[in-house]
DNA sequence: CCAAAAGTGTTGCTATTACACCCATGG
DNA sequence: CCATGGGTGTAATAGCAACACTTTTGG
């Protein structure tokens, strides 16, 4: 059972990269523009180097093809296997999953951004951001089984909403922000909205009671009442409820 | 960027097959009989071929190495990709967890089970079963990554029993159980006791709730009084409390 | 002083826990 | 008839949702 006689595949890494964009989940697609799946959408991603981790491939994917350099927050979703996956030849994907907390940190021209409406079941209807063309169109015309993947990423991220720290990955400023910033990311994962009161007294509380975050003072700009200010000071630590 | 410029790395798939023997978790092992890590215990694995998905030759290693026909549960749990990760070559790992009901199911001579003393933390102790030994090792002496491996799936199998129904995939009878068994078996994945009389209650109430299993008659043997019995009826569904 | 934004309290419902009690069987 | 295993009831507690109330600011 020597190495050499099994014949090995293309190994790829898929980048679902994620935002809040206007109160509502986004993810960053490109127009493909060579077969196969020519000019349709579909995640950005690339071949394994051979001196590269899928990790390593990641990265330079983000700073290659989105211009993001730094540390942008990933993980691994699942990897995808299907023979015929890739029409042109056997080809295996790890997926990854990715967050910004701003859309305007992609400034590369062939990415663009699609906020996702939620749908209760089936197929997820992708609206083109920002260039008022109002563009839309339903995730089962994505390139792949980028489709599937789209679906699996959602669950995660949903899952993980309730018992780990990932919402505050969305955070534009994780040292500053309100209960009102964070419930707007929550209802845009979990696809529904959330008492407001309850939110602050449960939610937030809970957060502190965890260790996960500080009050550290109050907002003195807006047109109502100050609303205290958080910092984000939780490391990796998973928090697992009771 | 065509495909045939980026080298490719060989890929397999790593088999972490559970069953709870004695009332406790066990994970079925190897003595590598070859380099790398030769005469160290690792789990089960193989090529992928290339004209098979990971699914696939993970029904084939249970199938070649395991004795295992018929219908396994499988689920994939992780890719592992660092580079180093195996001193041969660059190889790719998809792991996945299996688990059968009986370890009596696996017959070939070339596998041992191995209990799994719950760890709060850092390594695992794993005790070999059966044959009165009482040999024991400590999980970080697996050969390649596969200690990782272990915890991590350890770490998926107790937060699925939360929420999933992968719990009676440990049945020996999913047609015909009580709820003593069913404790073990929860008890044996949380790595702690819960209460007999609660969970009967509640846990085996929910699982009816939710359609999972039926009350189907009782027991009329053993010492006490005879236990009701149970039938696990889910198909797939994921039961997602509240 | 009033509207707007945001933090807190009250109430009732539900889930969880601990524990006791009763039930059915084998020896 | 008693030890043993097993189901069910009860009370105390914790958690959650709905909603009302209060606080603080800008005009």
């Given at each position: 059972?020597?190495?050499?006689?099994?014949?090995?595949?293309?190994?790829?890494?898929?980048?679902?990269?994620?935002?809040?964009?206007?109160?509502?989940?986004?993810?960053c697609?490109?127009?493909?523009?060579?077969?196969?799946?020519?000019?349709?959408?579909?995640?950005?991603?690339?071949?394994?180097?051979?001196?590269?981790?899928?990790?390593?491939?990641?990265?330079?994917?983000?700073?290659?093809?989105?211009?993001?350099?730094?540390?942008i927050?990933?993980?691994?979703?699942?990897?995808?296997?299907?023979?015929?996956?890739?029409?042109?030849?056997?080809?295996?994907?790890?997926?990854?999953?990715g967050?910004?907390p701003?859309?305007?940190?992609?400034?590369v021209?062939?990415?663009?951004?699609?906020?996702?409406?939620?749908?209760?079941?089936?197929?997820?209807?992708?609206?083109?951001?920002?260039?008022?063309?109002?563009?839309?169109?339903?995730?089962?015309?994505?390139?792949?089984?980028h489709?599937?993947?789209?679906?699996?990423?959602?669950?995660?991220?949903?899952?993980?909403?309730?018992?780990?720290?990932?919402?505050?990955?969305?955070?534009?400023?994780?040292?500053?922000?309100?209960a009102?910033?964070?419930?707007?990311?929550y209802?845009?994962?979990?696809?529904?909205?959330?008492?407001?009161?309850?939110?602050?007294?449960?939610?937030?509380?809970?957060?502190?009671?965890?260790?996960?975050?500080?009050?550290?003072?109050?907002?003195?700009?807006?047109?109502?009442?100050?609303?205290?200010?958080?910092?984000?000071?939780?490391?990796?630590?998973?928090?697992?409820?009771?």
């Amino acid at each position: 059972m020597a190495l050499a006689d099994y014949k090995h595949p293309y190994v790829t890494v898929d980048l679902l990269l994620f935002s809040i964009i206007d109160g509502k989940l986004a993810i960053c697609l490109t127009k493909r523009d060579e077969e196969p799946f020519k000019d349709m959408y579909a995640m950005p991603g690339t071949f394994i180097h051979e001196d590269e981790s899928a990790e390593g491939a990641v990265e330079r994917l983000l700073a290659d093809r989105l211009g993001l350099e730094g540390n942008i927050y990933t993980e691994q979703l699942q990897t995808f296997t299907d023979i015929t996956r890739d029409p042109r030849e056997r080809v295996i994907s790890i997926a990854y999953i990715g967050i910004i907390p701003d859309m305007n940190m992609v400034k590369v021209p062939w990415m663009e951004w699609f906020t996702i409406a939620s749908s209760n079941v089936g197929y997820e209807k992708l609206l083109k951001v920002g260039d008022g063309s109002n563009a839309s169109f339903i995730s089962n015309s994505l390139g792949f089984d980028h489709d599937e993947m789209l679906h699996i990423a959602i669950d995660r991220l949903r899952g993980k909403t309730q018992y780990t720290d990932i919402l505050f990955k969305f955070l534009k400023d994780q040292k500053c922000f309100t209960a009102a910033i964070l419930r707007e990311i929550y209802q845009a994962i979990i696809g529904k909205e959330v008492n407001r009161g309850n939110f602050t007294k449960y939610q937030m509380n809970t957060y502190i009671e965890n260790g996960l975050i500080n009050k550290i003072g109050s907002t003195s700009v807006g047109r109502g009442r100050p609303a205290d200010t958080y910092a984000y000071i939780g490391g990796e630590k998973l928090w697992i409820r009771s």
